[in-house]
């Protein structure tokens, strides 16, 4: 991705997976009929949500990390012709880890 997002707060950028072309058994799925992936990898990451006292509380994902997240959440958008998501920290369900 040459244009560098910068998320601000708890948000984390991820680049979702791309969607599967066939099916278990070998179907060829049509572009209308492929699922949203809900995997993605995180691409960059706020400095976390600000607390009442004034302090950072550290995003818990990192750059790189393998993520799942919700069906719906976050925001679509296009750079440098690119799909990318941008998530609260909050949308993010759970960090895969091998």
């Not at 791309?18 to 058994?25: D, H, K, Q």
């Amino acid at each position: 991705m040459a244009a560098k997002i910068n998320p601000l707060d708890d948000r984390v950028v991820v680049q979702p997976l791309e969607a599967e072309e066939t099916t278990a058994g070998g179907i060829v799925l049509p572009d209308t009929a492929k699922e949203k992936p809900q995997r993605g990898t995180v691409v960059a990451t706020g400095p976390g949500r600000l607390l009442d006292s004034g302090e950072r509380c550290a995003v818990s994902v990192g750059v790189g990390d393998e993520v799942l997240f919700g069906k719906y959440g976050g925001t679509d958008i296009e750079v440098d012709g690119e799909e990318v998501k941008i998530l609260r920290e909050s949308d993010i369900l759970a960090k895969i880890v091998d």
